[in-house]
Nanobody, 114 residues
């Protein structure tokens, strides 16, 4: 399995970024997918996850991002997304795509700074 993140970079406070994670090597729509992040000096932490059950996607978020971030997936394109709005400086960190706690992407840097 392979997970490759893209879309990170620099954003101003209050701005937006959209992360993507291209998946390969497994049946994407059968797995719960997650976003984690590691902020400077802190342990890696859960951000959001999504699972597909029939025609429905079921989502969960950490309290710190709820209402600002949206996780989504395109099962046909085997891609996971994280839309991040109203970014705060404390959102700065390395963001990781994860397959059901098994496989990890290489991570991508998100920096929120004025």
């Amino acid at each position: 399995a392979q997970l490759v993140e893209s879309g990170g970079g620099l954003a101003q406070p209050g701005g937006s970024l959209r992360l993507s994670c291209a998946a390969s090597g497994f049946t994407f729509n059968q797995y719960e997918m997650h976003w984690y992040r590691q902020r400077p000096g802190k342990a890696r932490e859960f951000v959001a996850d999504i699972m597909t059950r029939g025609s429905r996607d079921i989502r969960a978020y950490s309290d710190s991002v709820k209402g600002r971030f949206t996780i989504s997936r395109d099962n046909a394109k085997k891609t996971l997304f994280l839309q991040m709005n109203n970014l705060k400086q404390e959102d700065t960190g390395v963001y990781y795509c994860n397959r059901a706690t098994i496989d990890w992407g290489q991570g991508i840097q998100v920096t929120v700074s004025s």
